[in-house]
């Protein structure tokens, strides 16, 4: 190995190390917001969780299948552009637990999220984004051809 592909090299990991970032970590948010995730209603489990219900209708990116051939493995993601987003959540309709998922961001955090989640049948995902107190959502329609959640 040259000098030159040494520093090519070295320039790299340190650019890499420096974008990365510097406060990923994952919680279990169920006995925070217990109520959220017991409730069967996507509505009630939003209210539960954001203290309201009033959503404006996009803001947020989700992306699933049409069609999930199977509902114990729906991949899904989730993106904003939006600025200062202090959470996103992940519901489903349909399901024993509406809610699916939390994502609580930092600062400086990069809101964009690829899972895969359980639908017990055809339903709804609904994706909601915490913006400085503003609630935006959007929603899928996902049509499932076996079920995953007991089914």
Do not use: W
């Not at 006995?31 to 209210?47: L, M, P, Q, T, Y």
């Not at 809101?111 to 359980?118: A, W």
């Amino acid at each position: 190995m040259n000098r030159r592909n040494f520093m090519e090299i070295g320039v790299g990991v340190l650019a890499m190390t420096l974008v990365s970032p510097l406060h990923l970590r994952a919680e279990d948010l169920r006995d925070e917001h217990a109520k959220a995730f017991a409730d069967s209603d996507v509505r009630s489990a939003i209210k539960d969780l954001f203290g309201s219900d009033a959503a404006i209708e996009g803001g947020i990116k989700l992306n699933a299948p049409e069609i999930a051939a199977n509902g114990a493995v729906v991949p899904i993601r989730v993106s904003t552009d939006k600025k200062n987003v202090k959470s996103i959540a992940i519901f489903v309709e349909h399901n024993p637990h509406s809610l699916v998922a939390v994502f609580e961001q930092t600062k400086r955090g990069i809101p964009r999220y690829s899972l895969r989640i359980k639908m017990a049948k055809t339903g709804k995902i609904i994706a909601v984004a915490d913006v400085n107190g503003k609630l935006y959502k959007t929603e899928k329609l996902v049509k499932v051809t076996i079920g995953g959640c007991g089914g």
